[in-house]
């Protein structure tokens, strides 16, 4: 048995468990992560092709549509200015009507192309055109100043080899540039269509390769958590396994000293030491049988056992003094008078308190004040365990590890597996528990938790 344990502490195979003990959830992290940046990164690539999209339905929007609205009303209105010039001198008007108003509007639309003509098949033959319009506004005014000197022999030719060549050859280039603007509108149809088509295509593929991902860390991830509980299984059977190895030498050990006890008289100074051990012995029964009997059960608590956390503090207390007295440590107990029960067996909290109290022990390190108090509070339905130490306390940041398996934060070479504080952990938890830790350069304050046990 001695050599099995030995064997089993070695420090490379205590290496070993701990990278074992972290992988699985280090799998579930890398997964998790994976699978958020796939989809993450599909959306986006995703967004960056809609947005083309966009950006296609604006230039129509904004660009091309308005310009061609515009050329549309520009040649409406030369088109007016013609048919007025028309009625005028085949009426003898003194003016053509509304004019000045056509003018304007010429020139609003002739700016308002201009405003929204942004693409190079728009714009490039926009200045012919501009010229021709200003061309057939010039010959509109010759006439008009025709009519208003009352010369309608001289108004009558201007307009017919004049105006009417000025506006027709107008209309002709606002046609084709409106032609040309079609082809500008029907080509960004064409690329909003096409980025549409591929950018729905590759959120097919990226959605089935996300899927297919997902899918992938998924398994890796159940694989990972069957392995997690595989291995809490193989720790519980393993402490069945050796709180079975023990518990059959303790007997003998228990029955020897009470013979030893019978032998010597009754004011024997001995005794007080013999009783101390028998207590001790009793202790160690006390948490092997709790211990082997939650491994057996499957790591599921026993609900309606409860415990005395005065009377397990003040049993730590004397079974930890002579190490303290040795580390010239002092212990106190501070708590009510009366006594508090927890919900849990008597071993697990004498396990839980023996734990954090050797542990507070051990890293004492070589602090000028040496001293470890137990506190213990209750409030409502729950009762509050604090062992303070006046120790160096934890290097910063090791508070959110020291209670994983085989992570130990102190380098000072102590031996040990990194267990104890993992294993308060799962019993406080099991029974309904929380643990929690404190630490500065003062020392540091571990401390659980468990459920008022019912009266």
Sequence with gaps: ?????????????????????????????????????????????????????????????????????????????????????????????????????????????????????????????WARVHDTVLLAVDKAKLVQNDLALRDSAKAREDLDTELRPASSAAGEAIASLVASNATAAEEVARDIDHVRKRATALLFVLDLACVCFAVALASIAVRAARAMEVRSSELLSFAGRVAHDIRGPLSPVLMGLKLLGDQLPKEDPGQMVIGRATRSVGRITAIVEDLLAFARAGGHADRKARAGVLAAAHATVEEVS??????????????????????????????????????????????????????????????????????????????????????????????????????????????????????????????????????
């Design 1 to 125: 048995m001695s050599t099995a344990i030995t064997a089993w502490r070695t420090p490379r195979f205590e290496s070993l468990l701990g990278q074992t003990a972290r992988k699985p959830r280090t799998i579930v992290v890398v997964a998790f992560l994976l699978a958020v940046t796939a989809f993450v990164g599909s959306t986006l690539i995703v967004a960056a092709r809609l947005g083309e999209v966009s950006s296609g339905s604006q230039a129509l929007s904004t660009n091309v549509m308005p310009a061609l609205l515009a050329l549309t009303t520009l040649r409406e209105r030369l088109g007016e200015v013609q048919r007025g010039a028309n009625t005028a001198v085949d009426t003898g008007a003194a003016a053509l009507p509304d004019l000045d108003r056509h003018i304007l509007e010429i020139q609003a639309q002739s700016a308002a192309y201009e405003r929204h003509a942004t693409l190079p098949r728009q714009r490039e033959s």
């Design 322 to 455: 002579p190490l303290a007295a040795t580390n010239d440590i002092t212990l106190r107990i501070e708590g009510p008078q009366e006594e508090v029960f927890a919900s849990c067996p008597d071993g697990v909290l004498a396990s839980l308190l023996g734990n954090l109290v050797n542990n507070a022990i051990k890293y004492m390190g070589k602090a000028e004040l040496r001293v470890i108090a137990l506190r213990i509070s209750s409030a409502r339905d729950r009762v509050l365990v604090e062992v303070v130490d006046t120790g160096p306390g934890l290097p910063p940041g090791a508070e959110e590890e020291v209670f994983h398996p085989y992570v130990r934060a102190d380098r000072s070479g102590q031996p040990g597996l990194g267990l104890g504080l993992a294993t308060v952990k799962r019993l406080a938890e099991a029974y309904g528990g929380h643990v929690g830790v404190r630490s500065g350069p003062e020392g540091s304050t571990f401390s659980f938790d468990l459920p008022v046990a019912a009266a």
